[in-house]
C-alpha cells in the first residue's frame, strides 16, 4: 500500500501536526522487528515517543507516535500493558516518515486510524506475553465507563474459582481454608490489562508451569471445546465421574447466570488454544444437566492408600486411587470399622468397594489389598470379585458431608451476579 493510498483511507479535514515538533526523529530502542522495526521508541524535540507502524510504501512508512512515560514503557515491556493502551493512553499523532524525516503529520484520536491498522484490543508487545486467559464480559448493562461492580467481580472471581477447582483436581489435592501461598498463585493469576467497552479482562501466566498445571488446562480446553458445540458428550473421563464433575464445576463458575447484567462470557487466551468459547446462561442449565445425571448410582472399585480418617464425619481421603487425584470417600456402617483399622495399622494398599452418587463416592466395605495385587498392572474391577463388596442398606441415608471449607459447589438455584 502506496503513502497515497493509506491517506485516502483517513477521515477528512485532520489536524495537522507541525512537523517541526518531532524533528531529530531518531529511532531510540527496537521493541519488536519483523524485517524491520515495527515497534519501537523514538527521541524527539519533544520527549521519548513510542512508535508503531502502521502502513509501509516502497518510500516511506504511516507511523502511529504517542508520548510514553519510563513506567508505561516497562510495563510494556514486561507484558502487562498492552500496545494498543499505551498507544492510545494519551495523545497521539500519525505521521509519514521518508528516509528517517518527517514529510507530513496529523493530530488524531483512536477513531482516526483506519480500521486493521491498530493492534487489536488486548495485543501484547511480545507474543510470549500473550495472555493465557481473556475474559470478556457482553451485556446491555455493559457499557464503557458505567460497568457494573458486580460484573468485575462476577469475571475475576469466575476465572479464579474455576482454575482453582482445575488445579485441585490435577493436583490431587483440596484446599481447606485458607490455601497456602505457592499453591494458591497457580490459580489467582495475575491481571494483565482491563478493558471498559465491554469488561474484558486479560490474566497473565502463573509463576510456574508444572505437569499438573498442563493437566488442568487440558481439561480447561475440554470444557470450552464441549461448551462451544451441543453435540459432544460430557467433557472428561466416563471411567472417572470424579474428574467430569471437576471439569463441570470449573465451567459452572464461568457461565453467566440466568439473571444479572451479563449476558455472555467469551473466553480466549493461549490456554484456550484457538476454541472459541461463548458462555451464557443456556450453558449453565447444561451444565447442571449433565451434573444431575451424575447422580445415577455408579458401582465403582478404587484401589489406592488411606492417607486420612475423619471418626467424626466417616471420611477418609485416599492417595491416588486409579493413579488420580486424592478422593474422599464417604463410609457406609459396613465399611467404617474395617478402614479405620486398616488406617491405624498403616496398611500400604486398600480396595474400597462402593458407588459413585450424588457427586460423591460412598464405601460399603474396606480391605486390604493382596500382596500380588499391582495397580499399574491391573483393573481393580477385573482383579476382585464380588463377595467382599455387600450390598449397602437401600434405607440406609448416607451422612451429607458437606465439601471442605472454601470448596466451591454450583448451588442449587441461580444466583444473581447482580
Given at each position: 500500500m502506496?503513502?497515497?493510498?493509506?491517506?485516502?483511507?483517513?477521515?477528512p479535514n485532520?489536524?495537522?501536526?507541525?512537523t517541526?515538533?518531532?524533528?531529530?526523529?531518531?529511532?531510540?530502542?527496537?521493541?519488536?522487528?519483523?524485517?524491520?522495526?515495527?515497534?519501537?521508541?523514538?527521541?524527539?524535540?519533544?520527549?521519548?515517543?513510542?512508535?508503531?507502524?502502521?502502513?509501509?510504501?516502497?518510500?516511506?512508512m504511516?507511523?502511529?507516535?504517542?508520548?510514553?512515560s519510563?513506567?508505561?514503557?516497562?510495563?510494556?515491556?514486561?507484558g502487562?500493558?498492552?500496545?494498543?493502551?499505551?498507544?492510545?493512553?494519551?495523545?497521539?499523532?500519525?505521521?509519514?516518515?521518508?528516509?528517517?524525516?518527517?514529510?507530513?503529520?496529523?493530530?488524531?484520536?483512536?477513531?482516526?486510524?483506519?480500521?486493521?491498522?491498530?493492534?487489536?484490543?488486548?495485543?501484547?508487545?511480545?507474543?510470549?506475553?500473550?495472555?493465557?486467559?481473556?475474559?470478556?464480559?457482553?451485556?446491555a448493562?455493559?457499557?464503557?465507563?458505567?460497568?457494573?461492580?458486580?460484573?468485575?467481580?462476577?469475571?475475576?472471581?469466575?476465572?479464579?474459582?474455576?482454575?482453582?477447582?482445575?488445579?485441585?483436581?490435577?493436583?490431587?489435592?483440596r484446599?481447606?481454608?485458607?490455601?497456602?501461598?505457592?499453591?494458591?498463585?497457580?490459580?489467582?493469576?495475575?491481571?494483565?490489562?482491563?478493558?471498559?467497552?465491554?469488561?474484558?479482562?486479560?490474566?497473565?501466566?502463573?509463576?510456574?508451569?508444572s505437569?499438573?498445571?498442563?493437566?488442568?488446562?487440558?481439561?480447561?480446553?475440554?470444557a470450552?471445546?464441549?461448551?462451544?458445540?451441543n453435540?459432544?458428550?460430557?467433557?472428561?473421563?466416563?471411567?472417572?465421574?470424579?474428574?467430569?464433575i471437576?471439569?463441570?464445576?470449573?465451567?459452572?463458575?464461568?457461565?453467566?447466570?440466568?439473571?444479572?447484567?451479563?449476558?455472555?462470557?467469551?473466553?480466549?487466551?493461549?490456554?484456550?488454544?484457538?476454541?472459541?468459547?461463548?458462555?451464557?446462561?443456556?450453558?449453565?442449565?447444561?451444565?447442571?444437566?449433565?451434573?444431575?445425571?451424575?447422580?445415577?448410582?455408579?458401582?465403582?472399585?478404587?484401589?489406592?492408600?488411606?492417607?486420612?480418617?475423619?471418626?467424626?464425619?466417616?471420611?477418609?481421603?485416599?492417595?491416588?486411587?486409579?493413579?488420580?487425584?486424592?478422593?474422599?470417600v464417604?463410609?457406609?456402617?459396613?465399611?467404617?470399622?474395617?478402614?479405620?483399622?486398616?488406617?491405624?495399622q498403616?496398611?500400604?494398599?486398600?480396595?474400597?468397594?462402593?458407588?459413585?452418587?450424588?457427586?460423591?463416592?460412598?464405601?460399603?466395605?474396606?480391605?486390604?489389598?493382596?500382596?500380588?495385587?499391582?495397580?499399574?498392572?491391573?483393573?481393580p474391577?477385573?482383579?476382585?470379585?464380588?463377595?467382599?463388596?455387600?450390598?449397602?442398606?437401600e434405607?440406609?441415608?448416607?451422612?451429607d458431608?458437606?465439601?471442605?471449607?472454601?470448596d466451591?459447589?454450583?448451588?442449587?438455584?441461580?444466583?444473581?451476579?447482580?
Amino acid at each position: 500500500m502506496s503513502h497515497r493510498d493509506f491517506e485516502s483511507l483517513l477521515r477528512p479535514n485532520l489536524r495537522e501536526l507541525p512537523t517541526q515538533w518531532l524533528t531529530g526523529c531518531n529511532i531510540a530502542e527496537t521493541l519488536y522487528e519483523a524485517e524491520y522495526p515495527v515497534v519501537f521508541t523514538v527521541e524527539t524535540s519533544i520527549g521519548l515517543l513510542l512508535a508503531y507502524v502502521a502502513a509501509e510504501s516502497t518510500t516511506g512508512m504511516w507511523q502511529v507516535m504517542a508520548p510514553i512515560s519510563g513506567h508505561a514503557l516497562d510495563r510494556l515491556k514486561r507484558g502487562t500493558l498492552a500496545l494498543r493502551a499505551a498507544l492510545t493512553a494519551s495523545s497521539m499523532w500519525l505521521v509519514l516518515v521518508e528516509n528517517g524525516t518527517v514529510r507530513k503529520g496529523f493530530i488524531v484520536e483512536e477513531r482516526d486510524i483506519p480500521h486493521g491498522h491498530l493492534p487489536l484490543p488486548m495485543t501484547p508487545l511480545l507474543p510470549e506475553h500473550e495472555p493465557v486467559l481473556t475474559a470478556r464480559a457482553v451485556g446491555a448493562e455493559i457499557r464503557a465507563g458505567a460497568v457494573p461492580a458486580s460484573v468485575v467481580s462476577f469475571v475475576a472471581e469466575g476465572v479464579r474459582s474455576s482454575l482453582k477447582a482445575l488445579m485441585e483436581y490435577s493436583h490431587g489435592e483440596r484446599v481447606s481454608g485458607a490455601p497456602r501461598r505457592r499453591f494458591r498463585e497457580l490459580y489467582d493469576l495475575p491481571v494483565q490489562e482491563l478493558a471498559f467497552g465491554s469488561f474484558q479482562v486479560a490474566f497473565g501466566s502463573p509463576s510456574e508451569m508444572s505437569e499438573e498445571i498442563g493437566k488442568a488446562v487440558q481439561l480447561l480446553r475440554e470444557a470450552l471445546s464441549w461448551a462451544s458445540r451441543n453435540d459432544l458428550p460430557a467433557p472428561g473421563d466416563k471411567e472417572a465421574p470424579w474428574e467430569q464433575i471437576a471439569i463441570l464445576r470449573a465451567l459452572y463458575q464461568l457461565a453467566p447466570p440466568t439473571r444479572g447484567p451479563i449476558q455472555r462470557l467469551h473466553i480466549g487466551g493461549s490456554w484456550a488454544a484457538g476454541i472459541s468459547a461463548t458462555l451464557t446462561s443456556t450453558t449453565r442449565l447444561r451444565i447442571t444437566h449433565e451434573l444431575k445425571k451424575l447422580d445415577d448410582k455408579i458401582e465403582l472399585t478404587l484401589v489406592g492408600r488411606i492417607i486420612a480418617f475423619d471418626d467424626e464425619r466417616s471420611v477418609l481421603t485416599l492417595r491416588q486411587p486409579h493413579r488420580g487425584p486424592d478422593m474422599r470417600v464417604n463410609l457406609l456402617p459396613s465399611a467404617f470399622d474395617p478402614s479405620r483399622e486398616l488406617f491405624t495399622q498403616r496398611t500400604a494398599l486398600v480396595v474400597v468397594f462402593g458407588y459413585w452418587q450424588g457427586q460423591k463416592y460412598h464405601a460399603t466395605n474396606v480391605v486390604e489389598a493382596p500382596a500380588d495385587y499391582d495397580p499399574d498392572r491391573h483393573e481393580p474391577e477385573d482383579w476382585f470379585s464380588d463377595d467382599r463388596h455387600p450390598v449397602a442398606d437401600e434405607d440406609y441415608e448416607p451422612p451429607d458431608h458437606d465439601q471442605e471449607a472454601g470448596d466451591d459447589e454450583p448451588p442449587d438455584s441461580e444466583p444473581d451476579s447482580g
